[in-house]
């Protein structure tokens, strides 16, 4: 299912991992929840969101945010849509937030 935000856009679905793709601000995302967490990766344009890593991060090439999904331990795979909205939403915020302001 396509979702959109404000500057986000992307594909999702799936159960047990629900995952998405698409872009935030121009960079590629990768969303995935399983087990018992979610999480977003963003990459630098042109970067896979996949290959973000502590080392990718560390070099400013990537940004991270992973939640616990409340619930049994294999909740977050199964989540609702709607779900996935307000992950997103809550997840670029924070990615928002942790970026310098450009004049």
Known sequence: MRF???GWSGDFGGS??????????????YFRARW??????IAQ???DPLDVDEAAMARGEGWRHEEIWPGGPYDAGTMELDDV?????????LFRASRPATP
């Open 85 to 93: 909205q307000r992950c997103m939403e809550r997840a670029v915020a």
């Open 4 to 6: 959109e935000g404000n």
């Open 16 to 29: 047990c991992p629900m995952q998405g793709d698409g872009e935030v601000d121009g960079r590629p995302f």
């Open 45 to 47: 344009p042109g970067c």
């Open 36 to 41: 018992d967490s979610w999480e977003l990766d």
